[in-house]
């Protein structure tokens, strides 16, 4: 407990500690349409600091962006065989939505524990699918799937020599393999669950089960990671595709963001080298026309850039100046193609949405082609 004068001290303390009224209040901040909230920051990083991005999709928004700003990003590092082409991003076959999932991934990969034979699901035709991984990723023989699983093992053990480590928590809707006891990725194949029977199970995960799988992970790496590791935890803002609840979406979604924001603000406060990165509350609030791409669940990339630019500084890796928004809109207001755009559009709301469509479509162009590009190489 604090003393009202401690507390109040507190407040006239904190450049932005209030909603409205005075420099630094939320309301300018948001008005200005791409808002990064300030976290508590305890460390900061170096230029030649190796980072490591595990957890939910969003993760891989991290782990690009990053790179895309210099730095060095050891999960971009793959090597591991076969893994299906059907994922726009190579290592979104890599996501792990739930605190437990991330758990189970750190346990095999630092030898605490041992990917069992049983753990792989039989699909039919002598092929096997991995469920631990998204169900996107390619299907074979047991026998290769299991060497895959040692490739992947080597794949994560990366996140112990990274510099910063980068958990990204993204849901609490999980399946429980009931044969093995061991979370799901995400929800088997239909055909699965209509064959499995009574194999697998559904649960909503309670904040303390989430707490302790954080808890968890973090004494992993404490004994497993190089001296020195700091490790910083977000929440994903990208919402549920579907749930599993008689719940509304929206507010299954809700619960979901709610309990892991706690969880990772109680696990940040109390552990050493931890931080909160506040990038959820950053997409939340920022202008919602800018903030998602068409289908209002994947985050838009010029919000994405707008947040790691701006980690990037706050952490000092680097010490580029975020964008002039004032310029680049200046520049913008001269296109010929937006002035044609902004003749066509009803109000500034359809023209930030169309713009911001139009950023979205070329990027997962790129994201396609940089894909296909890698498929062809070696036979080249």
């Not at 649960?203 to 700091?230: D, N, R, T, Y």
Request: glycine letters at 8%.
């Amino acid at each position: 407990m604090t003393s009202s004068k401690d507390a109040l001290e507190t407040s006239r303390n904190n450049p932005h500690g209030r909603w409205s009224g005075g420099e630094g209040a939320a309301e300018d901040r948001i008005a200005e349409r791409i808002v990064v909230p300030a976290g508590r920051q305890s460390f900061t990083a170096r230029p030649g600091d190796t980072f490591f991005a595990i957890g939910s999709c969003f993760a891989r928004n991290v782990e690009e962006r990053l790179e895309m700003a210099g730095a060095t990003v050891t999960s971009r590092r793959i090597d591991v065989r076969d893994l299906g082409n059907a994922s726009a991003r190579e290592g979104g076959v890599f996501n792990k939505y739930t605190p437990p999932s991330i758990l189970q991934e750190l346990k095999w990969a630092a030898g605490i524990e041992t990917y069992p034979d049983t753990a792989l699901l039989d699909v039919g035709g002598g092929n096997f699918m991995d469920p631990y991984l998204s169900g996107k990723a390619a299907q074979g023989p047991k026998s290769e799937m299991l060497a895959r699983r040692a490739e992947i093992g080597r794949y994560f053990a990366q996140a112990f020599q990274a510099d910063v480590v980068v958990l990204t928590l993204g849901l609490i809707e999980s399946w429980v393999d009931l044969k093995t006891g061991l979370s799901l990725n995400e929800a088997p194949p239909p055909r699965l669950l209509a064959r499995g029977g009574d194999r697998f199970a559904f649960e909503v995960l309670s904040q303390e089960a989430c707490e302790a799988a954080l808890e968890e992970i973090c004494a992993i790496f404490k004994s497993h990671g190089k001296p020195g590791q700091k490790m910083i935890v977000t929440v994903s803002p990208v919402p549920l595709g579907r749930t599993f609840t008689q719940d509304d979406i929206i507010v299954a979604n809700v619960t979901s963001k709610a309990t892991l924001r706690v969880v990772a603000h109680r696990v940040a406060e109390r552990t050493e080298g931890m931080d909160y990165f506040p990038s959820y509350e950053a997409v939340l609030h920022s202008d919602q026309n800018l903030s998602w791409q068409r289908d209002r669940r994947h985050v838009s990339d010029v919000v994405v850039g707008h947040i790691i630019q701006t980690f990037l500084r706050r952490y000092g890796v680097s010490d580029a100046p975020l964008p002039d928004l004032g310029e680049a809109i200046d520049r913008m207001k001269s296109d010929p193609s937006f002035q044609k755009w902004a003749a066509e559009a009803d109000d500034t709301e359809a023209l930030l949405a169309r713009l911001n469509a139009e950023v979205n479509k070329y990027k997962n162009m790129s994201i396609k082609l940089q894909k296909e590009l890698k498929k062809l190489a070696p036979g080249q």
